[in-house]
T-cell receptor
Framework: DTAVSQTPKYLVTQMGNDKSIKCEQN?????MYWYKQDSKKFLKIMFS???????INETVPNRFSPKSPDKAHLNLHINSLELGDSAVYFC????????????FGPGTRLTVT | QKEVEQDPGPLSVPEGAIVSLNCTYS??????FMWYRQYSRKGPELLMY????GNKEDGRFTAQVDKSSKYISLFIRDSQPSDSATYLC??????????FGRGTQLTVWP
């Protein structure tokens, strides 16, 4: 059983398009996260939801909009894609917000051309 | 100053070597630390989690924390080719934020 899953695994699209990435966890966790890993492998938090409520919104362009329909799902919609958005986006989840034991999905490799 | 700084590597060692991976941190709040391992084209997986100063051992892996110098280390004994991966240290902050080091890419050659 996959604990944290993401779709799609790969996404290639042109500048200016709008795209979405979906994440699901079956661990029963209350908190979910989006991270971005750039070409130099630096992993940086973008957003966090606890039980469908947004609790972390880092300095991210407002072209990025997360949505959590329920506590097992977290989606990321990106408008007007730019070249600099090319990265690997990871979803993660944790049982408790402040315990740090986060479990990551396999990642979505986004390439903007 | 970044929350967590990590030796960039890359590191290449022969099978059986002892590997030492190191990070420093700046903020003394939230005194627990994590090491994640990331294989190529995969998501990071939690390898070790340590709360306090001193050593924590798990098989061939030992995590060490020195709070006085704000230094965290991961030692791998009897390294194997299957240990080849990127190792990321991480430190939590408010609201569940995890701050990661840049990662050290390790290659263990047979």
């Amino acid at each position: 059983d996959t604990a944290v899953s993401q779709t799609p695994k790969y996404l290639v699209t042109q500048m200016g398009n709008d795209k979405s990435i979906k994440c699901e966890q079956n661990l029963g966790h209350d908190t979910m996260y989006w991270y971005k890993q750039d070409s130099k492998k630096f992993l940086k938090i973008m957003f966090s939801y606890n039980n469908k409520e947004l609790i972390i919104n880092e300095t991210v362009p407002n072209r990025f909009s997360p949505k959590s329909p329920d506590k097992a799902h977290l989606n990321l919609h990106i408008n007007s894609l730019e070249l600099g958005d090319s990265a690997v986006y990871f979803c993660a989840s944790s049982l408790l917000t402040d315990r740090g034991e986060q479990y990551f999905g396999p990642g979505t490799r986004l390439t903007v051309t | 100053q970044k929350e967590v700084e990590q030796d960039p590597g890359p590191l290449s060692v022969p099978e059986g070597a002892i590997v030492s991976l190191n990070c420093t941190y700046s903020n003394s709040a939230f005194q627990y630390f994590m090491w994640y391992r990331q294989y190529s084209r995969k998501g990071p997986e939690l390898l070790m989690y340590t709360y306090s100063s001193g050593n924590k051992e798990d098989g061939r892996f030992t995590a060490q924390v020195d709070k006085s110098s704000k230094y965290i280390s991961l030692f791998i004994r009897d390294s194997q080719p299957s240990d080849s991966a990127t190792y990321l240290c991480a430190k939590p902050s408010t609201l569940g934020r995890l701050y990661f080091g840049r990662g050290t890419q390790l290659t263990v050659w047979p």
